[in-house]
């Protein structure tokens, strides 16, 4: 679950486990069991979640009403936003195309909102930071400047969380204190004013007074979204207060609601497989360190994906801890069976036992880091996979053009041979090809802007100020970028550039040739561009 912003679709699990109240002791081991369960079905309450977003899909596709469809797209940007974030991106930019224009302008400071919040969950803190300081808030209405006040505390949060410096991890939390309190200015009195009142009096140091209001809330028929964000909260105040027991059943019923609504952007997870870890409980730590993996890298939660990786480690050097233990102990006892004839039997029967465990732990890392190389190249090729289809794309796309070309000539001759000399001068024209061929690079256009949405600023960061690049208001990439996206798909080949643009070789040479002579590093300038 998201730490910084509440949830904002969530079915929490209530079956067979009671409400807080203070002095009552849940029972940790019954949660966690059940989150075992829930995991082992997590593919199921996927499923369910593509179907809703199916649904969705169709009613979109199904209206000609552009308000309506706006209005879906919003839909969809909230379903996508914490389940897969590529996908909420894109229909954010498709709500926005429905818009009036009219209504866009009215709307504009809501989409960069929604911009922001999306980059914030893809660890693109950088976009999402300019997006949300061109934002006037004062110009806002009630619920929009709450939704910027959100967004905004969720940033720095964020980076607070990722900040190794100490100085600027203090100015950035004090930053997400303000934007609190000013949520808390914003928002009328009621149950979420109390959840985040309650975090603001756990950060200042009153966690007995944070569980008290927080047990008010529960008992208050709270909402399944209100429940969710009250038990996280309750898992961060038993964290201040050293109660692991505690903290891991909030946490694992905080991770329930989180795999039952299939959603994959969370911290939930992570942190009980911590706990999980300090206990020595192994196994459960490895199964949800692995789901959490899983599941931002579908989300494309790239910090998730980061802060479980940087974990992994740490289970692999427990295993070879506990081997070198076990090794010891051996060499104790084999140094005792030398030693101590009488007691030969004894020492065999534990040599057995210790040996039978080491074999044991042996088979469990090698498996553990088999499954861990085995997502490691799931992430490396993924990238591959993306430009292995684009550039077999493409290629089919260009020989098409080329079919339809010699077909245009086969034409013209039989025009001729049959004096048909209107249909000749029809076929003849070269308008379909060059109307095809605008077509086709605009489609290449939108296709590669979709999968690199940042490469036209990633690009000019690599040029000097004064020879960056921008295309017109009507084109997606100018000629010279649409040569170097190529050359990022891997298609390095100037004759294939050439003929996939319809170029000469020394049209691509020159072009080439003068851009990386503007680059801020034109000796890697390639080699910086293919690691964009």
Request: aromatic share 12%.
């Amino acid at each position: 679950m998201s730490k910084h912003l509440l949830y904002s679709c969530c079915v929490f699990f209530m079956i067979s486990f009671p409400l807080f109240a203070i002095g009552q002791e849940w029972d940790e081991e019954k949660a966690l069991s059940r989150l075992d369960e829930v995991i082992a079905q997590k593919s199921v309450f996927q499923e369910q979640k593509e179907l809703e977003l199916n649904k969705t899909k169709h009613r979109l596709y199904s209206t000609l009403n552009d308000s309506v469809r706006s209005q879906l797209c919003n839909d969809l940007f909230v379903q996508y936003l914490h389940y897969q974030a590529d996908s909420a991106l894109v229909y954010v930019d498709r709500k926005r195309d429905y818009m009036s224009l009219a209504e866009r302008e009215r709307r504009e400071s809501e989409i960069k909102i929604n911009f922001a919040e999306v980059y914030g969950v893809m660890g693109l803190y950088g976009e999402a930071y300019s997006l949300l300081e061109e934002i006037d808030p004062t110009q806002l209405d009630v619920d929009l400047r709450r939704y910027y006040y959100s967004t905004f505390r969720a940033y720095y949060g964020w980076v607070s969380d990722y900040t190794p410096n100490s100085q600027e991890k203090k100015a950035f939390t004090l930053k997400t204190q303000v934007y609190r309190d000013s949520i808390l200015l914003s928002i009328d009195p009621g149950m979420d004013a109390d959840i985040v009142r309650a975090e603001k009096i756990l950060m200042d140091g009153n966690p007995e007074e944070s569980l008290k209001l927080l047990n008010r809330s529960l008992e208050s028929n709270p909402s399944t979204q209100q429940q969710a964000y009250i038990y996280y909260t309750l898992a961060e105040t038993y964290e201040v207060l050293h109660d692991t027991k505690q903290e891991a059943y909030c946490l694992a019923m905080t991770a329930i609601s989180d795999l039952q609504n299939a959603t994959r952007e969370y911290a939930s997870l992570q942190k009980l497989a911590y706990l999980m870890f300090e206990q020595d409980d192994l196994d459960r730590a490895y199964k949800y360190l692995n789901c959490s993996m899983e599941d931002a890298v579908n989300c494309n939660a790239r910090l998730r994906s980061i802060e479980v990786a940087q974990f992994f480690p740490i289970i692999d050097n427990a295993y070879k801890a506990k081997e070198r233990k076990n090794l010891r102990i051996t060499q104790i006892l084999l140094t005792c069976v030398s030693v101590m004839s009488l007691f030969l039997i004894v020492a065999v029967f534990y040599l057995y036992r210790w040996n039978k465990k080491i074999s044991t732990t042996r088979k469990a890392l090698r498996r553990i880091n088999k499954q861990l190389q085995e997502v490691n190249k799931e992430l490396a090729e993924t990238g591959k996979i993306k430009e292995m289809y684009i550039g077999r794309y493409l290629d089919r796309c260009v020989s098409y053009l080329d079919k339809l070309e010699g077909y245009r000539r086969s034409l013209a001759r039989l025009a001729m041979s049959s004096h048909v000399e209107e249909l000749y001068k029809a076929i003849k024209s070269e308008q379909f090809i060059r109307d095809e061929r605008k077509a086709f690079y605009q489609e290449f256009d939108k296709s590669f802007l979709e999968l690199f949405p940042d490469f036209i600023s990633s690009f000019n960061a690599l040029l000097q100020p004064e020879h960056q690049i921008t295309p017109k208001s009507n084109e997606l990439l100018t000629t010279e970028l649409r040569v170097f996206a190529l050359i990022r798909l891997g298609i390095s080949d100037s004759n294939s550039i050439a003929h996939f643009l319809n170029y000469s070789l020394a049209t691509i040479y020159n072009y080439r040739s003068r851009i990386r002579n503007k680059a801020i590093h034109p000796e890697n300038f390639e080699e910086n561009l293919m690691n964009l």
